[in-house]
């Protein structure tokens, strides 16, 4: 668990600890809003469990949500912020 | 597509369906547990799989390591091609799963309620933020604030304040009365009483107030501070997050796909957990919002019966009728007051994922004419936050799910299926 994971976050790369969620590391890189609302607003992370899909990202190119997905090695993930 | 079958599906690997699964396999009984997080525990036991701290986590985790039971995570149901042909969508692609009997242990979610400010990045479920720090996100530091209603609050509360953020104040929205009356009703639940005199241990220091929630929250592009009511009486408190969530709403969608009949929002079981649908269980959250020890002992119930072992210990009944009388005296006393209603604004969002605001929704007769009308419900999460809202603020009730119950990719639905592989054993 205290190894580090490496990916790409919008072509930016990113170091962060292994067994955490793709939401988390997105914080980490310090990501606060994750996609655009219809109204233009920014959206994070919001119910942490997979209901409110406010965290959907695209994780190697596949919509995802990024409180349900773990990061793992060489992970391409691309906000809508 | 691949394609797994298995005597019993058991949709849940909370504690309930952990149970269900396990007690299944004891029966004699084949079952496959599948879940859409990376590993089993549900949102209570999140983070105890690999680090069990909970007395009956680890009882029941280490059951499941040491049982036949196969299990798939990472998987979200979204649609029965069939009746008993459950079809899963998991970033490894869709999977088809053949059944002759289902347990459905959805678990709960939050109820979120609108006020401005309310979709700002740093305003977070209460139970929601708790798991995101279980899974990495940091909060060291940070100041927050935790509002709502319920028990939960004061767990994650706990939570934030152990991974080093500094909780301000935790706001209830019930009255010291009702609280009062709720502490004095957990005299016969004394390990609840316990849990909870543990909690407000590991919480000493901290503000709680009842007869408080969070009018609105501010910020521009992010949340900068709240407005607090308490009484008569509005403050204004810096935070960096706040974590409000205002109790459980069960996760009924996949019962109510399948037609399972439901009252006040919960499926409706008998006592074996049976549904009104022939071969399908319920177990859990999914049948009244009544915590682990509830969902633990209808999961072990549901479990037996599915495999053909109808008869219910005496033990196990009795669990079940107490943990029922725990439940009840959690409706009684938190529920929500009035004033929640009349937060939102006209231009507030109230369906996030269509942007649809609260004096478009108010307009409209029901969920169904909403979603007509304005599109409510009709994005991402399927009226899964705003539909909850809903029946608070306007008294509506959940309009029918229809699949799939969440995006998914088209192949879930045109890939033809390859051989069906043997039956699933092996522990992944």
């Known amino acids: ?15 962060v600890p292994a067994g955490c969620s793709v939401a988390a590391a997105l914080r980490l890189a310090g990501h606060v809003s994750t996609r655009r609302a219809l109204d233009g607003g920014g959206r994070g992370a919001c119910c942490g469990m997979g209901v409110c899909f406010e965290c959907r990202v ?24 | 597509m691949r394609e797994l079958s298995t005597e019993i599906l058991v949709v849940g690997a909370g504690p309930a369906g952990i149970a269900a699964a396990v007690s299944a396999e004891r029966a004699g009984a084949r079952a496959l547990l599948v879940d859409m997080q990376a590993e089993p525990g549900g949102q209570i036991w999140r983070g105890q799989w690999n680090n069990a701290t909970d007395r009956a986590a680890r009882r029941w985790l280490t059951a499941l390591r040491g049982s036949p039971v196969a299990t798939r995570y990472g998987l979200r149901l979204v649609d029965f091609a069939a009746p008993g042909l459950a079809v899963f969508d998991g970033a490894d692609g869709p999977l088809r799963v053949r059944c002759e009997r289902l347990i459905v242990a959805a678990g709960a979610r939050e109820r979120l309620l609108p006020f401005p400010g309310w979709t700002l990045p740093g305003v977070f479920g209460a139970g929601g933020l708790q798991v995101l720090v279980k899974n990495g996100w940091p909060v060291a530091g940070q100041r927050i604030v935790v509002a709502g209603s319920g028990p939960l609050l ?5 939570t ?16 010291a009365a009702d609280l009062a009356r709720f502490a004095a009703g957990l005299a016969p639940h004394p390990g609840k009483w316990l849990q909870a005199a543990a909690l407000r241990g590991r919480l000493a220091g901290v503000a709680y107030r009842c007869n408080a929630w969070v009018e609105r929250a501010e910020g521009t592009e992010r949340l900068e501070s ?10 204004r408190i810096a935070c960096d997050a706040l974590a409000v969530g205002f109790g459980l709403v069960p996760n009924t969608e996949i019962a109510q796909l399948l037609g ?14 049976h549904s009104s649908v022939a071969g399908i269980y319920c177990a859990g959250e999914i049948c009244g919002i009544g915590g682990v020890d509830q ?3 209808q999961g072990e119930v549901a479990g037996r019966a599915a495999a053909g072992s109808g008869e219910r210990p005496r033990a196990l ?6 943990s029922a009388r725990f439940a009840q005296t959690l409706r009684r006393h938190f529920a929500l007051r009035d004033e929640l209603r009349e937060l939102a604004t006209a231009d507030t969002v109230l369906c996030r994922c269509e942007n649809v605001r609260y004096a478009d929704a108010a307009a409209c007769r029901s969920q169904r004419d909403a979603r007509l009308q304005t599109r409510l419900g009709m994005g991402h999460c399927q009226a899964r936050i705003c539909g909850a809202a809903g029946e608070f603020l306007f008294g509506w009730t959940a309009a029918t799910p229809r699949p799939p119950l969440a995006p998914a990719p088209l192949t879930c639905f045109t890939e033809p299926t390859s051989d069906p592989e043997p039956p699933a054993q092996e522990s992944a």
């Open chain 2, 295 to 297: 969902a633990l002992a």
């Open chain 2, 160 to 175: 934030l304040r152990k991974a080093g953020a500094q909780v301000l104040c935790i706001a209830e929205q019930t009255g």
């Open chain 2, 260 to 273: 399972c009949e439901l009252r006040d929002g919960a499926v409706v079981v008998d006592v074996h957990q």
């Open chain 2, 226 to 235: 709240v407005r607090l009511r308490a009484g008569r009486s509005v403050e």
């Open chain 1, 1 to 15: 668990m205290s190894t580090d994971v490496r990916l790409r976050v919008d072509g930016v790369e990113v170091v």
């Open chain 2, 317 to 322: 009944r009795r669990d079940c009728a107490r």
């Open chain 2, 154 to 158: 004061l767990a994650a509360a706990a």
């Open chain 1, 58 to 81: 695209r994780i190697n190119g596949v919509e995802r949500l990024g409180c349900l997905a773990r990061v793992a090695d060489g992970m391409e993930i691309v906000c809508d912020a």
